[in-house]
């Protein structure tokens, strides 16, 4: 009887023995936790990315040199009646020297003229290869701005005194007036300013009448003379010397002084000059 049980025992294991080695037992190693500076992230979600937006320029570039006179012909003609300077010559020289307002110096500092900082300049500059490597150009927070200290450059140099003398429809005058006044160095200055003028018919700018309405209100200067008093009285503005009040005013730089009781030429911004007693 012992003997049949010690069989049945026998036969039993190997059995279950031979059932086991069948199977294979997999033993599930439980996943480490992501750890990311500290935080344990159980979530694992995939950031989301926000596009950024693309800055707007101030100012927008024009497509053509058409785009580019009809935009500044009502800056150029207020600029004429208020300086003498023929509204066509500075449409000319803010095409050729700015490339119709696409120039790098136009596009990075609104500098249209391609005016430089020169001694005295307080204002914002920037660096910009000509002559030389990095030269200093002024820089504009418009390019309004440009214009009008264009006009404010050449009404303050003596260089170019003689070409108020000139009438403002006389274009041909101005452009050969500015090459020997030495405004650029480029031998062929004057021919490519009338050939711009001719291409696209500025001249008949310089018979315009200024219109107000045509100038941005941002862009226009307040009233320079105070009719509501016996006196006028002018203020100082960022740029102006003697010479220049007194052109515009059209009187003498010496009445100026005597009127105001100046020993010398300097002024300063914010002062108010007697215009006429």
Known sequence: MKLKFIVFSLLMVGLLSSCGS???????????PIVVEGHIDDT???PTVTPVKKRKTKESIVKTTQDYVEKFAPIAVREMHKYKIP????????ILESG????????RSNN????????????????????RIAECFRKYQHPERSYEDHS????????????FRLRTTDYKGWAYGLKRAGYATDKKYPQKLIALIKKYDLAKYDREKYQKKDVPEKYTTPTEVDTTTTRFFYKVIKGD?????????KISVKELKQLNG????TISIGQELILKQ
């Open 112 to 131: 249209h003229f391609g005016i430089k900082c020169h001694r005295g300049w307080k204002g914002k500059s920037v660096t910009h290869d000509d002559d």
């Open 22 to 32: 069948k199977k294979q037992v997999v033993r599930k190693t439980p996943q480490k």
């Open 100 to 107: 119709s307002g696409r120039s790098n110096l136009a596009v």
């Open 87 to 94: 509204a066509s010559i500075t449409l000319a020289q803010g």
């Open 152 to 163: 404010k450059f050449l009404t303050t140099r003596k260089r170019y005194s003689r070409l």
């Open 262 to 265: 100046l020993k010398d030429n």
């Open 44 to 46: 694992a979600e995939i």
């Open 241 to 249: 010397t003697l010479y220049s009040i007194a052109r515009k005013f």
